[in-house]
C-alpha cells in the first residue's frame, strides 16, 4: 500500500525525473487521464493532480491510458516490436475483446505475445486488454452519478470508447433498458486494493475486487439474473459497506451487518483478501 509518505516521496522522484525509481511507481495525472512513468519529460502536474501506483495494471484499471511521451508500458531501454504493435492496437480500439482469429489478423502468435507482455509488463496480453478495457468502464464509476447523468442526456449514442466499454460490461442505459431494475455501482478505496460494490437502494448484490480475472463475466450474469442496468452511484448499502470495510482493516469490526442478497455465488465475502 502507498503511504502518504510514500507518494510524497514519489512525487519528488517525478519531478526529478530520477531514473533509480524506475519500476517502483506509475503516476495518473487526473487532467490528461494518462498514466508516466518517472522519469517522463513532460510537464509536471500539481501534485494533488497525481495518483501513485505500483504496477501499471493498477493504472490501467484505474482508468488511466499510457502516455505517448514516456511510453509507461515499454521497458526503459528496450520493448520489441510485438510488444509496441499490441498495445498500438489496444489503443486503437481499447473495449475490444481480444480472440484468436485477432492475432491472427496481425500474423501474431497468441503465446508468442502472452510470453513477451509477461516478461517486460509482468502481466499478459489478454490481461493487459482487460485491464484498459474495464478501466475504461471504471472511469464513469469513480466519476459518480454527475458524469452518468449527463451522458444519459444524450441517449448513450456517442461512440465515445469509455461509454462503449461501460455498456458493454455494465449493460444497456437505463434509457434504454425500458422499466428493467436499477442497480448501482461505486469504487470503493480499501487497504487491500480497489473494489466494486453493485447494490440497490436495500441490500448489496456484488462486492469484488477491481482486478479479479472474470469479474466482467460475473457483472453480466448478475445483470441477466436480476434484469438489471447498473449506472455509477451510492446507495445506502454502499455506504454501508464502505464504512464497515475501513472498520474492519483497521481491526474495529468483526462481524459485517450490511444487508446482502445472495444470488448464487455472485456475492463474495468481503474477507476474502484477508
Given amino acids: 500500500m502507498i503511504t502518504v509518505e510514500n507518494k510524497k516521496e514519489f512525487y519528488q522522484a517525478l519531478i526529478d525525473k530520477k531514473p533509480e525509481y524506475e519500476g517502483i511507481f506509475f503516476v495518473g495525472v487526473k487532467t490528461t487521464g494518462v498514466f508516466c512513468r ?52 489496444v489503443e486503437e480500439n481499447p473495449e475490444k475483446r481480444w480472440k484468436d482469429k485477432d492475432f491472427q489478423e496481425l500474423s501474431v502468435d497468441a503465446s508468442t505475445a502472452r510470453r513477451q507482455f509477461k516478461k517486460r509488463l509482468g502481466m499478459t496480453f489478454v490481461e493487459y486488454a482487460r485491464a484498459r478495457r474495464m478501466g475504461l468502464a471504471m472511469k464513469q464509476i469513480r466519476a459518480g452519478q454527475a458524469v452518468i447523468d449527463a451522458q444519459l442526456s444524450t441517449g448513450y449514442e456517442s461512440s465515445s470508447g469509455f461509454r462503449d466499454a461501460f455498456s458493454r460490461i455494465m449493460g444497456a442505459a437505463p434509457a434504454r433498458a425500458g422499466q428493467s431494475k436499477i442497480l448501482k455501482a461505486s469504487w470503493l478505496d480499501t487497504r487491500l486494493g480497489p473494489m466494486i460494490a453493485i447494490a440497490d437502494e436495500d441490500e448489496l448484490y456484488l462486492l469484488e475486487f477491481v482486478d479479479r480475472r472474470g469479474l466482467e463475466r460475473e457483472v453480466e450474469r448478475l445483470r441477466q439474473r436480476t434484469k438489471s442496468a447498473v449506472i455509477p452511484g451510492y446507495t445506502k448499502p454502499i455506504r454501508s459497506i464502505e464504512n464497515e470495510l475501513s472498520d474492519y482493516y483497521k481491526g474495529e469490526l468483526k462481524a459485517f451487518n450490511t444487508p446482502i442478497v445472495l444470488i448464487g455465488s455472485l456475492f463474495k465475502r468481503v474477507s476474502g483478501k484477508s
Fill in 38 to 89: 518517472p522519469t517522463c519529460p513532460a510537464r509536471k502536474p500539481k501534485y494533488e493532480n497525481c495518483e501513485f501506483y505500483e504496477t501499471a495494471e493498477q493504472a490501467l484499471l484505474a482508468s488511466y491510458r499510457p502516455c505517448k511521451r514516456c511510453q509507461p508500458l515499454s521497458h526503459p531501454n528496450h520493448v520489441s516490436e510485438l510488444v509496441q504493435k499490441l498495445v498500438r492496437a
